[in-house]
């Protein structure tokens, strides 16, 4: 039976995917992601955060990443041979994702403040479902993550990793997964890879498997019977 295996984005935790594990009848993991010690080189950070992900299991695997996380599950499924589908939700390009000295300077400050209104602002502005429970596991998430970590993440996915700047080496089925979102894109991401998918989420921002996690979870259950689960 497939594995599949979850990494969250920036300033998130494993924790936001448990609604969507929840309805999944395979087994699934979630990653949370810790700060490396990283050299001072592109994609190092990236490259940290995928020697988390656990090599340890037995079977096929699919890696699930959401923003960040997508570039760090594009590494996984490139490194390890049990991996046999990728699904990229909400993602950000493996390249990199370059700010505007405005945009830099309020996730610089989303990844710095610990103040519950400024994280609450932060996180609405990039939500189309911005009920109530929603907003506050996305602060919880952010609160929970160190400054220091959040700072680290946001240079990893806004400088990328080299990998970005050609066609993608993963030749397992890919699965890239947009929303309603105004940030990320699948355009700029589906057509570095040879056998792709794409699926929206309606109704979603940024978020989408914290804001429509029953929608998620019947894109990945699709995916998966595809695969042969």
């Given at each position: 039976?497939?594995t599949v295996?979850?990494?969250h984005?920036?300033?998130d935790?494993?924790?936001?995917?448990n609604d969507?594990?929840?309805?999944?009848?395979?087994?699934?993991r979630?990653v949370?992601?810790?700060?490396?010690?990283?050299?001072p080189?592109?994609?190092a950070?990236?490259?940290g955060?995928?020697?988390q992900v656990p090599a340890?299991?037995?079977?096929p695997?699919?890696?699930?990443?959401?923003?960040?996380g997508?570039q760090v599950?594009?590494?996984?499924?490139?490194?390890?041979?049990?991996?046999?589908?990728?699904?990229l939700l909400?993602?950000?390009?493996?390249?990199?994702?370059p700010l505007t000295?405005?945009?830099?300077?309020d996730f610089?400050r989303i990844?710095?403040?610990?103040d519950?209104?400024?994280?609450?602002a932060g996180r609405k502005?990039?939500l189309?479902?911005?009920?109530?429970?929603?907003?506050r596991?996305?602060?919880?998430?952010?609160?929970?993550?160190p400054?220091e970590?959040?700072?680290?993440?946001l240079?990893?996915?806004t400088t990328?990793h080299?990998?970005?700047d050609?066609?993608?080496t993963?030749?397992v089925?890919?699965?890239?997964?947009?929303?309603?979102?105004?940030?990320s894109?699948?355009d700029?991401?589906a057509?570095r890879?040879?056998?792709?998918?794409t699926?929206?989420?309606t109704?979603?921002?940024h978020?989408p498997?914290?804001e429509q996690?029953?929608?998620?979870?019947?894109i990945?259950?699709?995916?998966?019977?595809r695969l042969g689960?």
């Amino acid at each position: 039976m497939i594995t599949v295996v979850f990494v969250h984005g920036f300033t998130d935790t494993a924790a936001l995917w448990n609604d969507v594990c929840a309805r999944l009848g395979v087994p699934a993991r979630a990653v949370n992601l810790r700060h490396v010690n990283a050299e001072p080189r592109r994609g190092a950070i990236l490259e940290g955060y995928r020697d988390q992900v656990p090599a340890d299991i037995d079977g096929p695997v699919v890696v699930v990443g959401h923003s960040m996380g997508s570039q760090v599950a594009e590494l996984v499924a490139a490194a390890r041979p049990n991996v046999i589908g990728l699904v990229l939700l909400a993602p950000i390009p493996l390249a990199g994702y370059p700010l505007t000295a405005e945009q830099a300077a309020d996730f610089d400050r989303i990844a710095r403040d610990r103040d519950e209104a400024g994280v609450v602002a932060g996180r609405k502005a990039l939500l189309v479902n911005d009920s109530e429970p929603v907003v506050r596991a996305l602060v919880r998430a952010t609160l929970a993550t160190p400054p220091e970590t959040a700072v680290q993440e946001l240079e990893a996915w806004t400088t990328g990793h080299p990998l970005g700047d050609i066609k993608s080496t993963v030749d397992v089925p890919v699965l890239v997964v947009g929303s309603d979102d105004g940030f990320s894109s699948v355009d700029a991401v589906a057509p570095r890879f040879a056998d792709v998918s794409t699926a929206h989420v309606t109704g979603a921002g940024h978020w989408p498997h914290v804001e429509q996690p029953a929608a998620v979870a019947e894109i990945l259950t699709d995916y998966l019977e595809r695969l042969g689960k």
